[in-house]
């Protein structure tokens, strides 16, 4: 048997949505231009499927401070954070993530892959009981796997059926590690934390909020889901990322004082190379932004507002809430790879989610806003929605 020959199912499905035009997995975007928008071959287009949720990649501040620590410190710290890979620039950054939460410890990462891997496979070890919502990010389920911990899943943002989970635990409920996520990525709902903070204080148990959608998007002070829902006090482990709201690469977590240990017990921050300093200097030049100030919030929930709407009207299948992540609900991968390129054509570019990427087996065009487009953007984004409708 070839080497390859195990995958030649998924070469063949995949030719089927390449027989013309651009490819939809890994697009190129050739040129890049704003945060909204770029080139793909010779079409200027919007960018409306990125997670760049304040619009913060083109901050002249975090590029002038990202340029200094480059000429600075260099390109990269060719270590790890257990090694060589811990510049004072990476320490700075976790104690500003620390006080942005008021909370004593924050851990970074390389990516928020890897901050999800590291922590959440230290603490999902073989004996522990692991409880994630179904439709958990793949680093959360390759983290329980890496850990060798058991899951258990509950119903996607169905607290009773989280409930059943822990009622029929009996006595290990009170060591469950419950794991949500703030904003989730495809569906753009956000997780019924009140309730399972209401679980855990009458069963027990540990709450884990991966904030990579949410950070920076809700809040008073935009420290996520956690902040809006103001039960701080209740969830153990904030999880997230820097390469979203916060316009980087990068990841982290933070929590109480304990949390500290895990650096020493965490594969996945011991073995890879600790982000660059150009990148840690863009978030530390990001993060100041997102607690200054809420206008960038205000202008983002604005965008989601008008998008969500003026698709709405048209007629699509959208997910139940506004958000800055707006799935359009396709109903076949053909007719979504359709509309995708023929949005490509007018100049849009969103994410063609499929299977297993989209949940539930559904088709998405996921579209998102950020904080960086304007009014005519959104409304051109709408415009072209409503010609395929017409097409
Ligand atoms: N958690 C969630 C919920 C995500 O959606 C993602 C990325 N899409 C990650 C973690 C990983 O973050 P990163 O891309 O920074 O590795």
Same mark, same amino acid.
């Given at each position: ?107 970074? $990462? ?7 891997? &590291?922590?959440?496979? @230290? /603490?999902?070890?073989? +004996?522990? *009981?692991? #409880? %994630? ?81 949410? $950070? ?7 420290? &996520?889901?956690?902040? @809006? /829902?103001?039960?701080? +006090?209740? *969830?153990? #482990? %904030? ?153």
């Amino acid at each position: 048997m070839g080497l390859y020959d195990k995958f030649s199912r998924f070469v063949e499905e995949r030719q089927k949505f390449q027989v013309s035009g651009v490819n939809p997995f890994g697009t190129c975007i050739d040129e890049i231009y704003s945060a909204t928008e770029g080139r793909i071959g010779d079409k200027r287009i919007i960018l409306a499927g990125s997670n760049n949720y304040l619009g913060l990649t083109f901050d002249p501040e975090a590029i002038k401070e990202s340029q200094e620590a480059l000429r600075q410190q260099g390109t990269g710290t060719t270590g790890s954070r257990m090694a060589n890979g811990t510049f004072g620039s990476h320490l700075a950054l976790e104690q500003e993530i620390a006080a942005f939460f008021n909370l004593p410890t924050a851990i970074v $990462f390389s990516t928020g892959y890897t901050a999800n891997l &590291g922590i959440i496979s @230290a /603490l999902a070890t073989p +004996d522990a *009981v692991v #409880i %994630i919502d179904e439709d958990s990010h793949a680093s959360i389920y390759d983290a329980c796997a890496l850990g060798g911990a058991q899951i258990i899943r509950f119903r996607h943002n169905d607290a009773k059926d989280l409930e059943r989970r822990m009622q029929r635990l009996g006595e290990k409920a009170k060591d469950a590690i419950i794991i949500v996520e703030g904003i989730y990525s495809m569906l753009g709902d956000v997780a019924p934390l009140k309730e399972i903070v209401d679980i855990k204080r009458r069963y027990g148990g540990y709450i884990l909020v991966d904030e990579a959608h949410s $950070f920076g998007v809700m809040g008073e002070k935009g420290r &996520g889901l956690v902040e @809006a /829902l103001g039960v701080e +006090d209740d *969830v153990d #482990i %904030i999880l997230g990322t820097f390469s979203k709201s916060l316009a980087a690469i990068g990841g982290f977590a933070v929590g109480g004082k304990g949390l500290d240990v895990l650096r020493y017990c965490s594969r996945p921050y011991i073995f890879t190379a600790s982000p660059s300093p150009a990148s840690i200097a863009s978030v530390r030049a990001a993060l100041r932004q997102v607690g200054q100030s809420t206008a960038l919030r205000e202008k983002l929930w604005h965008n989601a507002h008008r998008l969500y709407n003026g698709l709405a009207e048209l007629g699509y299948k959208l997910g139940e809430r506004v958000s800055p992540v707006v799935p359009v609900m396709i109903e076949s991968k053909e007719v979504g790879l359709g509309m995708w390129r023929s949005l490509v054509d007018k100049g849009i570019y969103v994410n063609l989610v499929l299977p297993p990427a989209a949940p539930f087996g559904m088709t998405l065009l996921r579209c998102s806003v950020n904080a960086a487009h304007s009014d005519e953007q959104i409304d051109t984004i709408i415009r072209a929605f409503a010609e395929l409708k017409a097409e």
